[in-house]
C-alpha cells in the first residue's frame, strides 16, 4: 500500500501539470532524523528477513523504529498527508509491538485474497488464527492484515494502518509535485495569481494540508460507516429473526436525531471549540460502535438504543464541520471545498455500500469485525481533525458566561437557538433557498420512497425488478458524484443563486417526467439527472450559508436548517406512499416535480438570490 500510494500520487501529480524538480523545493522539518527513522524501519526489515535479529530485542527494535517514524512524520504534520501516514504508521506499530514483532495476518484475509492460508511467507508476520473473540482482540485483530485484496497486480491482504499510510503518502507526494514552489509577487489588495497546476481548485486543496486531513478523515469514517450500517442491517436481522420492525426502529434511530437535537447541537458548537466538537464526537462514535456487537446478544432495544445515540454524536459532528471548513480553506476554494466533501460522501456511498457487502459476506459470523473497524475509522478521524489547527470562535457576547445554573443555561441556550432562527429567518437568500430545500426534499423522499414501484411498474425486458432497481440507484448515484466533481472544478465560474435556481428547476423537471415515462433508460437518465440537481443546489446553498453567516452563530444556522429539511425528508417518506395510495404514483410524482419546478423558478423572482 506505500509503494501503491507514492506511485498513485506520482502519477496523479504529473497528470495535474505539477513537475518533479518541485520535490526539491518540500521543507521537511527534521528531515535528517527522518531519513533515518525511514531507513532504521527497511533496514529491519532487512535483518528480520536474513534472520539476524535475535527474539529477545526483536520487539524492542520494531519499538524504537516505528515511536521514531511516527514521531519524525507528525513533526512535519502541517504538510499534506504526514498526519495520515504518521497515524497509519502508528497502528501497523500497535499491532506488531502487542504481538511481541510480528504482524499478524488474519487466516481468512489470507485465502480470501487467494493466498495459502496455512502459512506465510514473511519474516514479518505471524498467522492470526481462531475466532473474532477477546482474544482476537488482544492481539490486534482489528489493526491486523484483515483486509482481502485479491486483485491481480495488487494482490495482498492490508490492515487500516496500511490504508492511511498509503494514502496519507499519495497526498504528500501529489502535493509536492504540483506545489508552485513560488507566486507571482502582487498586492495585498490583489488575489495572488496562480501558475502552472496550482491554478485548478481540486489541485490548490490536495496542497492544502488542513483540508487534506479533514478530507481524509471524512473518507476513512465515511467508509467504516458504511461497513458498520451493513453488517448492523444482517446483526439485527439474525438476532430477531429477520423482524421487519426492528429493522424499522434501527433506521429510525439513524434518522430521527438531526431533526429533534440537531438545533440544540449547533448551539452548543457554537460555544464550543469546533475541533474538539468534531474530536469529541468522533471519540463518542468510536465507543458506542464498538459495543454493538457486545450488546447485541442481550437485547435488541440496546442496539437500538446506541444506534440513537451515534446518530445524536453525529449530530454535533455535521455543524461543527460545515462551521470550521471556512476557517481553513480560503474563501476562493470554498464551493470547491464543500463539493469536495460532497464527493467524499457519494464516492463513500457508491465504494462502500458495494465493497462493505463483499467484505461482510466474507466476514460470514465474525460481524463484530465490521463493528471494530468502523470503531478505528473514527479513532482515525479523531486524530486526524485533532491535528488541524482551527481557530476558535469567540461567540459575541461571551457565549454561556452569563449563564447561572441550569435554568440560566437553558435559558442562554434557547435565546441562541432563537437569534438563530431570526437571523435565518431575516436573510432572504438563505430562508428562500431553505424554503425551496424543504420543498425538493419532499421530492426526494417521494421518489426514494416510490421508486422501487415505479421501477416494477416500467418494461424491464430481461432484467428483474431487483436487479432494475440496483440500476436506478447506480445511476443516481452516479449522477450525485459526477455533479460534486463538476461543480467544485468550475466553482470559481458559476454563480451560485442561479446555480441553485437551475437546480432545483431540474429536480422538478425530472420528476414530472417520472410520472410519464414508459421507459426504464429514460428512467435510468432521468435517475442520473436527479443527482446533478441535488448536487447543484445543495452544494451552492451550503456555501451561501458559510459565507453569508457570521462565524460565530454559523453551527446553529447550518443545525436549524438541516432540521427543517430533514424533517420535510421524514414526513415526505412516510405520506407519499398513503398519497400514491389514494391519487396513484404518477400524480404524487407529477405533483412533487410542479412544486419543486415553482419553488426552482420562483427564485428568480428574488434578487438577492438571482445575484447570490
Not at 453 to 469: E, F, I, N, S
Not at 509 to 531: D, K, M, Q, Y
Request: hydrophobic share 60%.
Amino acid at each position: 500500500m506505500p509503494a501503491l500510494g507514492i506511485l498513485l500520487g506520482f502519477g496523479l501529480g504529473l497528470a495535474a501539470g505539477g513537475r518533479l524538480d518541485n520535490l526539491l523545493d518540500v521543507r521537511l522539518r527534521w528531515w535528517p532524523v527522518l531519513l533515518i527513522a525511514a531507513g532504521a524501519r527497511f533496514g529491519l526489515d532487512a535483518a528480520l528477513a536474513a534472520g539476524s535479529v535475535p527474539e529477545a530485542v526483536r520487539m524492542w527494535l520494531v519499538l524504537v523504529a516505528y515511536v521514531l517514524l511516527t514521531a519524525m512524520l507528525l513533526t512535519n504534520r502541517t504538510l499534506p498527508g504526514l498526519t495520515a501516514a504518521a497515524l497509519g504508521t502508528a497502528a501497523n506499530g500497535i499491532a506488531i509491538v502487542v504481538n511481541g514483532g510480528w504482524m499478524p495476518v488474519w487466516q481468512p484475509s489470507l485465502a480470501a485474497a487467494g493466498f495459502d492460508p496455512t502459512a506465510v511467507h514473511s519474516s514479518f508476520h505471524v498467522l492470526l488464527t481462531g475466532p473474532v473473540d477477546a482474544g482476537f482482540f488482544a492481539h490486534g485483530g482489528p489493526l491486523a492484515d484483515v483486509i482481502p485484496i485479491p486483485l491481480p497486480l495488487i494482490q495482498s491482504v492490508a490492515s487500516v494502518g496500511d490504508l492511511l499510510l498509503g494514502a496519507g503518502l499519495a497526498f504528500f507526494v501529489f502535493a509536492a509535485v504540483v506545489r508552485a514552489p513560488v507566486l507571482i509577487s502582487v498586492p495585498v489588495s490583489v488575489a495572488p495569481v496562480r501558475t502552472g497546476a496550482m491554478r485548478h481548485p481540486y489541485v490548490r486543496l490536495a496542497t492544502n494540508g488542513p483540508f487534506s486531513a479533514m478530507w481524509l478523515a471524512q473518507v476513512v469514517s465515511s467508509l467504516g460507516d458504511r461497513v458498520h450500517q451493513i453488517a448492523l442491517v444482517f446483526l439485527v436481522a439474525r438476532a430477531t429473526n429477520g423482524s421487519p420492525l426492528a429493522l424499522g426502529l434501527v433506521f429510525a434511530a439513524m434518522t430521527i436525531p438531526t431533526s429533534l437535537v440537531g438545533p440544540l447541537a449547533g448551539a452548543l458548537v457554537d460555544r464550543w471549540n469546533r475541533k474538539w466538537a468534531m474530536v469529541g464526537s468522533d471519540l463518542v462514535r468510536a465507543g458506542l460502535v464498538s459495543i454493538i456487537p457486545i450488546v447485541s446478544g442481550l437485547h435488541i432495544g440496546l442496539v437500538v438504543g446506541l444506534v440513537f445515540l451515534i446518530a445524536v454524536a453525529s449530530s454535533f459532528f455535521r455543524p461543527a464541520r460545515a462551521a470550521a471548513l471556512p476557517q481553513v480553506v480560503p474563501a476562493e476554494d470554498l464551493l470547491t471545498a464543500n463539493s469536495a466533501m460532497w464527493v467524499a460522501d457519494t464516492a463513500s456511498d457508491l465504494a462502500g455500500y458495494g465493497l462493505g457487502g463483499l467484505f461482510v459476506a466474507f466476514l460470514g459470523s465474525a460481524l463484530s469485525l465490521a463493528f471494530w473497524i468502523d470503531s478505528a475509522s473514527y479513532l482515525a478521524s479523531a486524530v486526524l481533525v485533532a491535528a488541524v489547527a482551527i481557530p476558535r470562535i469567540v461567540p459575541a457576547g461571551g457565549g454561556a458566561a452569563g449563564a447561572n445554573g441550569v435554568g440560566g443555561a437553558v435559558a442562554s441556550l434557547r435565546a441562541e437557538l432563537v437569534a438563530g432562527w431570526r437571523f435565518l429567518r431575516s436573510e432572504t437568500v438563505l430562508f428562500a433557498t431553505t424554503v425551496q430545500a424543504a420543498i425538493a426534499e419532499y421530492g426526494l423522499g417521494a421518489l426514494m420512497a416510490l421508486s422501487p414501484l415505479l421501477v416494477a411498474a416500467l418494461p424491464l425486458g430481461r432484467l428483474d425488478a431487483p436487479t432494475a432497481y440496483g440500476f436506478f440507484e447506480m445511476s443516481m448515484g452516479a449522477g450525485l458524484l459526477g455533479g460534486g466533481v463538476v461543480i467544485g472544478a468550475v466553482a470559481t465560474r458559476i454563480p451560485k443563486g442561479p446555480a441553485i435556481v437551475a437546480g432545483f428547476t431540474a429536480l422538478g423537471v425530472s420528476l414530472i417526467l417520472f410520472s410519464v415515462t414508459g421507459s426504464l433508460w429514460l428512467a435510468l437518465v432521468l435517475a442520473a439527472v436527479v443527482g446533478l440537481a441535488n448536487v447543484v443546489f445543495v452544494v451552492p446553498s451550503q456555501t451561501i450559508f458559510q459565507q453569508r453567516t457570521p462565524a460565530e452563530m454559523l453551527g446553529r444556522v447550518v443545525a436549524i436548517r438541516l432540521a427543517l429539511v430533514n424533517a420535510m425528508l421524514a414526513v415526505s417518506m412516510v405520506t407519499s406512499g398513503l398519497f400514491a395510495q389514494i391519487f396513484g404514483l404518477d400524480a404524487v410524482l407529477a405533483g412533487c416535480g410542479i412544486l419543486a419546478t415553482a419553488a426552482g423558478l420562483t427564485g428568480l423572482t428574488v434578487r438577492a438570490i438571482r445575484e447570490a
